[in-house]
């Protein structure tokens, strides 16, 4: 036979259709033991695949999610997939991975492609708020949607966020704990939440020993490497500067390079601290002091909170606190003085 049926199932095993959807969907409450393992032994000895968007419009759900994230050539999304993807297959989802560019269309644009194939639910880890047009394409196709990272509307979709305001705080507090006064900082967009949160908190911890992080000493890139680097050399030529914070360790990257480029010694001469703690830092020379995300479990706890939404219609926030990593890219400013 060409291509077996739950019909052709049923007939071999000699039981109702129904029984053998039962199965398939392991609903065999009430069923006996003996009825169950002999249609389970004709699954096998004929290798039937089901047909799971067939199985979707009796079920009403396809067991598909979708996770569209900003950019995967940052380090940090893949994690934060890897960690949505595992949680997703324990669960019996697969799970469509999209890259927006961080661009409002091309996000616009897959989310109607996610709806058309009639995804249970969405993960989404937008530019920063909802776009008008994005929510409609939610409001409209009745879709459960859970926000990652970026963004929030409390009781609208669920939410996995980090306390970004706290990591930035954390950073400031470590560098001028180090004796630090002249620091510089290079943010992400200022439009972004969580760059902005980063930034306040660096500043809170800055003005509680008298600092006032001067405009002239605040850049503000993107998130990536090219942005950071040309931020950096301008930092750099600005006299007495002994530290910098760059709001992501693609960043901190950046001011690797650009340290390198002008011959200044970290942590010797520049100390510098990153904020994710992505897995490629670890090869950094010398190692990145940076403020921690769990990733790998914000992208699991995505999941979670999506399907129990997919499940029950109840939406939940859940905030994830940061956490200092002290390496090697940081030291005591008298320590460096006395290295001159």
């Known amino acids: 036979m060409a291509k077996w049926t739950i019909k052709d199932i049923a007939k071999k095993a000699g039981v109702s259709i129904t029984t053998v959807s039962r199965v398939l969907n392991q609903k065999e409450e009430g069923m006996s033991e003996e009825t169950r393992e002999k249609v389970l032994r004709v699954i096998e000895e004929v290798q039937y695949q089901p047909n799971q968007f067939a199985r979707g419009l009796v079920t009403k759900q396809s ?34 991975i999209c890259n927006s560019d961080d661009q409002s269309e091309k996000e616009e644009r897959y989310l109607r492609v996610l709806k058309e194939q009639q995804v249970d639910g969405i993960i989404l880890s937008s530019q920063d708020q909802l776009s008008p047009s994005s929510e409609e394409i939610l409001k409209k196709g009745k879709i ?22 706290t990591g930035g705080y954390l950073a400031g507090k470590h560098l001028t704990d180090l004796g630090h006064r002249n620091i510089g900082c ?38 990536t490497i090219e942005s950071a680097y040309e931020h950096a050399k301008n930092l750099l030529t600005i006299n007495n500067i002994t530290a910098i914070f760059a709001c992501n360790d ?35 020379i010398p190692k990145l002091t940076t403020i921690r995300q769990n990733t790998y479990e914000m992208g699991r706890k995505a999941v979670e909170l999506l399907i129990n ?12 606190s940061p956490t200092l990593i002290a390496r090697e890219s940081t030291v005591h400013v008298k320590i460096k003085e006395r290295l001159y």
Not at 74 to 86: H, I, K, Y
Not at 196 to 219: C, M, P, W, Y
Not at 311 to 317: L, M, N, Q, R
């Open 63 to 96: 067991k598909l999610l979708g996770l569209i994230v900003p950019t995967i050539m940052n380090p940090f999304f893949p994690e934060l997939c890897r960690g949505a993807e595992d949680e997703a297959n324990k669960r019996n989802y697969s799970l469509v």
């Open 144 to 165: 459960p949607c859970a926000l990652l990272d970026r963004g929030i509307e409390e009781n609208k979709y669920s939410a996995v966020f980090l306390d970004n305001e």
């Open 186 to 223: 290079i943010s992400g967009p200022n439009s972004i939440k969580n760059s902005f949160e980063r930034v306040t908190g660096f500043r809170r911890a800055l003005k509680e020993v008298g600092i006032d992080l001067h405009n002239s000493l605040q850049f503000e890139g993107d998130f």
């Open 250 to 284: 693609m960043m901190a990257f950046g001011v690797y390079q650009a340290a390198h480029e002008l011959n200044i010694k970290i942590p010797d001469e520049l100390s510098v601290i990153g904020f994710d703690d992505i897995s490629f830092v670890s090869s950094l």
């Open 309 to 320: 939404q997919i499940e029950t219609g109840k939406t939940e926030s859940v905030l994830f």
